[in-house]
Structures are given as C-alpha cells and as structure tokens.
C-alpha cells in the first residue's frame, strides 16, 4: 500500500467540475478537491490554436487512489484528452496529510 500524497491538477468546463469533485470525494478518491475560479487556456489541438476558460481543480490524495481518481475523472470529463497531472507532495502539515489518507482509504 502507497500512501505517498499526491497533488492532482485537472481543468474541465464548469458545468461539470462541482460533479467531478463530489464523487472523487464520495468515492475515496480524492480526500478533498478544490474548484478553483476561472482559468484561461490557451493550447494547440488538431493543428489549431484554442482557448477556453475552465475550472481547476485541486485534488488531494494518496499514490494507491491515484488509479481510481484518473478512471473517474475520464469518465465524467467531456474532454476526449482531459488535462491530469499528478505531483508529490513533499512536505506538508503531518497531521492534514494523515487526514488526507485515511479519507482516501475504501474501508472506512
């Protein structure tokens, strides 16, 4: 069991990113995601320039939930390539941390 805290970052449209999040958080994925407020991209996408605003999100969790977190957001996201990246968190308040793993454990 990998219990080492993750940072994952993701934009998805508005509409759908209060969904994403509360079932990354019901599901244990994630023990607490924050939406944060508009975010402008700007990117290359089949040859050609785009931008759009988005939300970004903010999901706290361990490296064994990183799977499910992934899974769950390609399924809700109505991108076909959604923007993931997960960073280690190398330091941290140890007892949010704690925190922060035992809400991403399936069984409690």
Known sequence: MDNSPLLVLATCPEEVAEEIA???VEDRHAACVN???SVQSVYRWNGELQRDSERLLL???V???YR???ETIQRLHPY???EIIAV???AGLSDYLHWATL?????L
Do not use: F, N
């Open 22 to 24: 509360k079932t990354l």
């Open 35 to 37: 939406i944060l407020p």
């Open 59 to 61: 999901a706290k969790t």
């Open 63 to 65: 490296k064994e939930s």
């Open 68 to 70: 499910g977190l992934e």
């Open 80 to 82: 076909e390539l959604p």
């Open 88 to 90: 280690p968190i190398v």
């Open 103 to 107: 809400q991403t454990q399936k069984d």
